[in-house]
């Protein structure tokens, strides 16, 4: 299952909930709105003293910064929402089941173009995929000379593939903040249309 799949996956779920969050955060800045509108009929009484044309300038100012506010925490709730589409991914690729978790690795390897190299990974998957997947990648690659590498590195999951004085970062970080650049526009365009 390949990030874009887990990643249009997730956005599916989450379009509910980015519905639900867009409600609150609409109804906040309306409520927003309706408190600078009463702040504003309010300051308008006074306002009349000094003049109609101060009155309309002030009734002016006041709906275009509720305005703005709203927007800017419409936007902030968007922006994390699609952060959490992406961390979510995350989630769902570093909780894989082993052998899909194997399978994913060891075509993420391929994909590398490379048949030998050590691998770096993070403590929790080198106990438990460690050896397996240095196998199943030996059997599945031609010419597969691949080790796993002394030390290990702090990461949700994934793999540092070392060639020499050539690293390749294949950490699921990596790859989502990689893929988060090209998606981003289209997850923003499915949850909030």
């Known amino acids: 299952m390949g990030i874009d799949n ?54 002016v100012r006041k709906k275009s910064v509720a305005y703005i506010d709203g927007r800017k925490m419409l936007l902030e709730k968007k922006q994390e929402i699609i952060k959490s589409c992406f961390d979510r991914a995350v989630d769902k690729i570093v909780s894989m089941e082993k052998e899909d978790y194997i399978s994913f690795i060891a075509g993420l390897v391929e994909q590398t173009g490379e048949t030998e190299g050590s691998l770096i990974l993070n403590d929790a998957d080198r106990e438990k995929i460690g050896r397996d997947l240095i196998r199943h990648l030996n059997e599945y690659i031609d010419g597969g000379n691949f080790v796993m590498h002394d030390k290990t590195k702090a990461m949700r999951g994934g793999f540092i593939l ?24 289209k997850a923003a365009e499915q949850l909030f249309r």
Not at 40 to 58: P, S, V
Not at 166 to 178: A, G, K, M, P
Request: net charge negative.
């Open 6 to 59: 887990i990643t249009s996956k997730i956005i599916c779920e989450a379009g509910q909930k980015a519905d639900d969050i867009l409600t609150n955060a609409r109804v906040a800045g309306d409520a927003i709105i309706a408190e600078a509108e009463n702040k504003a009929d309010r300051m308008l009484e006074t306002a009349e003293k000094n003049g109609r044309i101060e009155k309309e300038k002030l009734i």
């Open 162 to 185: 070392v060639k020499g004085p050539v690293s390749i970062n294949c950490t699921i970080e990596n790859l989502v903040d990689e893929a988060r650049e090209e998606l981003t526009g």
